[in-house]
């Protein structure tokens, strides 16, 4: 297995539109493996903000979640079971939230922390110039956006690519 792990979550609303959940998380490693689970709500988010605007982008409905969602305590144990021991990163810390929020519901505590992901890439001493090669290169062979597979997915081929073939050209 190969880490770092990258997390995305799709959540009921965008941020400016109220209280949103979490719908859906998925982690990708750099080893190209990737899991992702839609998230069937409890009782107590069934009244919190749900907007049009963001089932549009991540097109997950409420009916698609009640009939294929699980449950927050299985998504979390098959969560934590995927990433085992890597450390996880986002490139949002909204996702820290909608893991806690996720936890919450599921009556435990984060099995692990979200770190930024720009931290990671800062510690390696990765120039702007490099990442955003990196990040093109990977928008090009994933183009698909808002759909929390496809976005970790991207995420963790930025790193693989700044990991193992660094752009040309560029220096550390």
């Not at 297995?1 to 959540?11: R, S, Y």
Request: aromatic share 10%; charged share 25%; proline share 8%.
């Amino acid at each position: 297995m190969n880490c770092p792990a990258l997390i995305d979550f799709e959540a009921s609303c965008l941020p400016e539109y109220g209280q949103s959940f979490p719908i859906e998380v998925a982690v990708a490693r750099t080893d190209g493996d990737s899991r992702a689970w839609l998230i069937r709500p409890v009782e107590a988010w069934k009244h919190w903000d749900w907007s049009p605007e963001a089932e549009k982008l991540h097109g997950i409905s409420r009916a698609m979640l009640e009939q294929e969602g699980l449950p927050p305590e299985q998504v979390v144990a098959e969560l934590s079971n995927f990433v085992h021991d890597c450390n996880v990163y986002a490139d949002a810390d909204l996702d820290q939230y909608w893991l806690e929020l996720l936890c919450h519901a599921a009556g435990t505590t984060p099995p692990f922390p979200v770190r930024f992901l720009g931290e990671f890439m800062k510690k390696r001493g990765y120039s702007r110039p490099q990442v955003v090669t990196a990040l093109e290169e990977a928008k090009r062979r994933l183009p698909k956006e808002h759909l929390a597979r496809e976005d970790a997915k991207r995420l963790a081929m930025v790193v693989k690519l700044l990991l193992d073939e660094p752009p040309r050209g560029l220096s550390y």
